[in-house]
């Protein structure tokens, strides 16, 4: 029987109020605060982040999924870059599932179905979401953007922290909600009120009741529901409808994180043990019913705790809204591509010879000079700013200056060895405090687009 066997959430550091935006638009504020991707985040670093926290080794994972209605390639398999980045091994099985709010339960079924048949050891399944809407639309206050991770193992055991998949149960059906057409830059829907009313409750008792008959259970077996929902309307009054007592549904806290949502509140109920049903909606349902034995902890709290403010203008560059970046350098693909073990798998070399170790890989030492005597290392997460500056003739991303963001770059000196020329990320306009000997950590982020393609690298941060 498959068992969720851990659980790891990343949200963005930078939040929105919610009042702010209503400063800015005229709409009326719903109260709370979202979270917002830094400009050089998206699904697929989202992703890394967060499944960065549960990957042990290279070797511990047998297959990634990745779901999300928000990759920035509609031909490209995102779960590949997110394997490489977290620098797994080259013959696991990868799949992106997309275009659904339940995307993520979908990928959820998928793992269960391959840790049950014994052929994949260990599943991770990663949902993440940066879904672009319009300024001045009610979406713009709804979602928020994040990830959340899970592993997926036969369990059964009886293993310390692990959650028993006991079944599932999906209903499908087409409603109006909200959707994308596949050049649209924006979510567009008829009228929520209508998919609330007659697609959301409906859809979820539609998977939920067959699962109860499946099982063998009544409602009152089951200590939880764990439902997500459209807005937060309708989910109090679904649960308030069957007479359940409404949980933390975060949407004050982070806002609704798309198909990533309900892997964020299950990272919340995980912490607690009992039976839970969870529920997804998207174009229909999907209900599991999910035995957690003993609790699993996540970086949950840790995650919506850690956060810095930003106002309605940077949120509008950060969506690149106002503001123009144009690249002065041409990159080259091939020595992206060629250079992948260092530039997306961060792999240093040791001189056999003197034992340096240096960055990147190269085919002389930088110490000794000895030639092609070398073994390739992967460098720590973590270092410190040997030096640094605040370059004002370019913006972040190495973008022509817009005499606003500057480039904040540091020479950093990892743990264990390696030094390396990095972009500081997650400042406020060059003004966060940054000085000699600061720890930071390495974070997957989007480096810049050029010609049209996407290029990736790491970056380092001030840990969270």
């Known amino acids: 029987m498959a068992a969720i066997t851990s659980c790891n959430v990343y949200i963005p550091v930078w939040r929105l109020e919610r009042e702010e935006i209503a400063k800015a638009t005229g709409f009326q504020s719903l109260g709370g605060e979202r979270s917002v991707a830094c400009w050089d985040e998206d699904s697929i670093t989202m992703a890394v982040e967060a499944a960065s926290g549960i990957v042990e080794s290279a070797n511990s994972v047998d297959a990634l999924i ?22 797994l091994k080259s013959d696991i099985f990868t799949a992106d599932v ?9 990928a959820l079924i998928m793992a269960s179905e391959m840790a049950d048949s014994g052929k994949y050891k260990k599943i991770l399944v990663v949902a993440s979401e940066k879904i672009p809407v319009k300024p001045s639309t009610l979406y713009e206050q709804l979602f928020g953007d ?5 592993t997926v193992e036969k369990g059964g055991d009886g293993s310390e922290g692990e959650a028993e998949i006991l079944g599932y149960s999906s209903h499908s059906k087409p409603q109006p909600g909200a959707w994308m057409k596949a050049y649209d830059d924006s979510m567009k829907d008829f009228d929520m009120r209508v998919d609330a009313r007659f697609g959301y409750a409906a859809n979820l008792q539609a998977a939920v009741m067959p699962l109860f008959a499946k099982m063998g259970l009544m409602p009152a077996d089951v200590d939880r529901l764990v439902i997500s929902a459209p807005d937060p309307k309708s989910y109090v009054g679904l649960l308030k409808s069957v007479g359940v007592k409404p949980e933390e549904f975060f949407f004050d806290k982070v806002g609704i994180l798309g198909t990533a949502h309900p892997f964020l509140l299950l990272a919340h109920h995980l912490a607690k043990e009992g039976k839970i049903v969870l529920g997804s909606y998207g174009e229909g349902s ?10 699993l902890k996540s970086n949950l709290d840790k995650m919506i705790e850690s956060k810095k403010k930003i106002d309605y203008g940077e949120y509008l560059y950060f969506r690149e809204k106002i503001g123009e970046r144009s690249y002065p350098d041409n990159p080259s ?3 992206y591509w060629r250079d992948e073990k260092s530039i997306l798998r961060f792999y240093g070399m040791k001189c056999r010879n003197c ?17 092609d005597n070398y073994e390739e290392v992967k460098l720590s997460e973590k270092g410190r700013v040997y030096t640094y500056t605040i370059d004002n003739l370019l913006s972040p991303g190495n973008y022509n200056a817009d005499g606003v963001h500057p480039h904040v770059v540091a020479v950093v000196d990892f743990d264990g060895g390696g030094r390396a020329f990095m972009e500081v990320t997650d400042t406020y306009r060059g003004k966060e405090e940054i000085d000699i000997g600061m720890e930071v950590e390495r974070t997957f982020r989007f480096l810049n687009e050029k010609n049209e393609f996407r290029y990736y690298y790491w970056k380092v941060r001030k840990p969270r």
């Open 355 to 371: 034992g340096t170790v240096s960055y990147p890989i190269g085919r002389c030492c930088i110490e000794c000079g000895a030639k």
């Open 286 to 295: 999907d209900a599991f019913l999910i035995d957690i034995k003993s609790p």
């Open 333 to 335: 693909p091939v020595k």
């Open 98 to 106: 997309t275009d659904t709010f339940r995307a993520s339960t979908n």
């Open 146 to 150: 994040g990830a959340v991770a899970l």
């Open 66 to 87: 990745f779901a999300s209605t928000s990759s920035p390639f509609k031909v490209k398999q995102a779960a590949s870059l997110i394997a490489t980045a977290l620098d």
